[in-house]
C-alpha cells in the first residue's frame, strides 16, 4: 500500500465509431479528473494493393504517399474539432494520425509517447468479426507497453453523455 498512481498521458485510440466514443469519453474523463494528457490517435489504414490508386476506377488520382499525407491532414483537422467541441478547454489533449495498422501503430506510438494508460474499446466498425481472437484491442492487450483499460460496447460505466 501508499503507492500513489500518477498518470500523465492516456492514450485513445479511435476509428470514429459509436463504440470508439464511448472509450474516448472515458479516457477524457480520466484526464479530466488525473490533470493527464490525453492523446487521441487515429490510425489511417494503408491499402493491401497500391495498384488501385493507380486504376481508372479509382476517384483519386495522386500518388501514394501525397494520398496518405493528405487524409492524414484531413483526418488530424476533423479529429481536432471533435475532440475540442468534446472536452472544450478543461482536457489538455493532443491529436495524433499515422498510417499503418492499427495494432501495431497504437503500440508503437504508446511506446514512442511513453503514455501511461491506453483506453480502448472492445471493437469499432469491424462488428462481430473484431471482436473475436485476433482482434485490434486483443493485440493491443498482448503487446501494451502500460496498463490497457478496455471499454466494453454496450456496458454500462462510470461516465455516462451529458445533453447540452
Known amino acids: 500500500m501508499g503507492h500513489r498512481i500518477k498518470l500523465k498521458k492516456i492514450l485513445v485510440p479511435t476509428d470514429f465509431s459509436e463504440h470508439a466514443g464511448q472509450a474516448f469519453l472515458h479516457a477524457a474523463a480520466i484526464a479530466r479528473w ?6 487521441v490517435l487515429h490510425v489511417v489504414e494503408k491499402f493491401m494493393d497500391h495498384s488501385l490508386v493507380y486504376s481508372d476506377v479509382w ?8 494520398y496518405y499525407r493528405d487524409l492524414e491532414e484531413r ?9 475540442l467541441s468534446s472536452v472544450g478547454a478543461d482536457v489538455t489533449f ?9 495494432a501495431p501503430e497504437i503500440v508503437a506510438v504508446a511506446q514512442r509517447e511513453e503514455v501511461d494508460l491506453i483506453v480502448i474499446a ?26 490497457v483499460l478496455v471499454i466494453r460496447s454496450g456496458a454500462p460505466g462510470f461516465v455516462e453523455p451529458v445533453d447540452g
Not at 488525473?34 to 492523446?39: Q, R, S, V
Not at 476517384?59 to 501525397?66: D, L, Y
Not at 472492445?122 to 462481430?128: A, E, P, Q
Open 34 to 39: 488525473t490533470g493527464a494528457e490525453l492523446l
Open 75 to 83: 483526418t488530424a483537422d476533423r479529429l481536432q474539432r471533435e475532440v
Open 122 to 147: 472492445t471493437h469499432g466498425r469491424g462488428g462481430i468479426a473484431q471482436a473475436l481472437l485476433g482482434s485490434t484491442t486483443e493485440r493491443v492487450l498482448r503487446r501494451a507497453p502500460c496498463p
Open 94 to 102: 493532443r491529436v495524433v494520425v499515422s498510417t499503418g495498422t492499427p
Open 59 to 66: 476517384p483519386f488520382q495522386k500518388p501514394v504517399p501525397q
